[in-house]
């Protein structure tokens, strides 16, 4: 198939004066080492004042004996939950890490990814696929699978002992995923990080951070999907849920916007420059920890 190319992913720079959302974060065995902590905790943790309620997710340490130092510790809100404030620890062990980054530069060779300058690229897009990146999230959901399951694992454990519904269950990982640092992978291949590093490397993009948001999102039973735009160089999620603001549909499914490189951006309200609904296309994806029914 011909190959496809794609413009610059530019970076992220949201509309946030005057809207008062805070700033912006511009666009082998495993296992687990912790576990759900009590829901009220008032010991201080790292950015949070001393005697606020935080519901610690625990921490996901991979593979099994990876000593626990350096780990990153994400601490953030996620509105309509109470207490809202949250926390939770992950990292990935050097070997693990390396090998899923090779995975990603092998996949890069195998469809002849080629930088072409200003941060264009060209792809040989497999049968079957067309040059929409939707083969390329798809790989890299299957192949960074168990690690995101590890971590959903702590999402699944929180919603089901605090009985969270389906929209709360979503601020809770859109607000997560939120709070990873924006960054432009400019040397990655297909411009994008494998989803499970994401965390692990405290950075990401647009579409970085969206496949890991769909992934942890579908592993809860929510609905999601990768909202994608060629023409506007961006990426978000679209998620299955009533609510206001801008939605997409597709398949006779409507889906909700939702921001994923801003903190504290709220679900359906899309920036102005990206409020062009026919530039946007939703697309399903198929593979990574997938839990149907975990909410209702």
């Known amino acids: ?12 720079k949201l509309l946030l004066a005057g809207i008062g959302f805070g700033s912006c974060l511009c666009c082998c065995g495993l296992g687990m080492l912790g576990r759900l902590a009590d829901l009220d905790v008032r010991a201080p943790l790292p950015g949070f004042p001393s005697g606020v309620r935080v519901v610690d997710l625990g921490a996901v340490i991979l593979p099994p004996g990876t000593p626990p130092q350096g780990a990153h510790t994400y601490e953030w809100r996620a509105e309509g939950i109470s207490p809202p404030q949250h926390a939770l620890s992950y990292k990935l062990g050097e070997d693990l890490a390396k090998q899923l980054a090779e995975q990603h530069v092998t996949l890069g060779r195998r469809l002849r990814y080629r930088a072409v300058g200003n941060e264009r690229f060209t792809y040989n897009a497999p049968p079957g696929c067309s040059a929409d990146m939707r083969c390329i999230y798809e790989e890299l959901m299957r192949t960074n699978a168990e690690p995101v399951r590890v971590l959903g694992d702590r999402f699944v454990a929180s919603i089901r002992e605090r009985g969270l519904d389906a929209a709360q ?12 640092r924006y960054e432009l992978p400019r040397d990655e291949p297909f411009g994008i990080i494998p989803p499970a590093l994401v965390p692990e490397q405290d950075r990401g993009d647009c579409d970085s951070k969206a496949v890991l948001a769909v992934m942890l999102l579908k592993q809860v039973g929510i609905d999601a999907v990768v909202l994608y735009s060629d023409p506007l160089a961006h990426a978000a999620v679209g998620v299955g849920l009533p609510g206001s603001g801008t939605r997409l549909r597709h ?5 909700q916007y939702a921001e994923v490189t801003a903190e504290g951006w709220p679900l359906g309200m899309i920036p102005p420059q990206y409020d062009k609904p026919r530039l946007w296309k939703v697309l399903p994806l198929s593979g990574g920890p997938d839990t149907p029914g975990t909410t209702g």
């Open 169 to 180: 269950s979503t601020q809770l990982i859109v607000g997560f995923v939120q709070r990873i």
């Open 251 to 255: 398949g006779g499914r409507s889906y």
């Open 1 to 12: 198939m011909a190959s496809g190319s794609h413009p610059l992913k530019t970076l992220f």
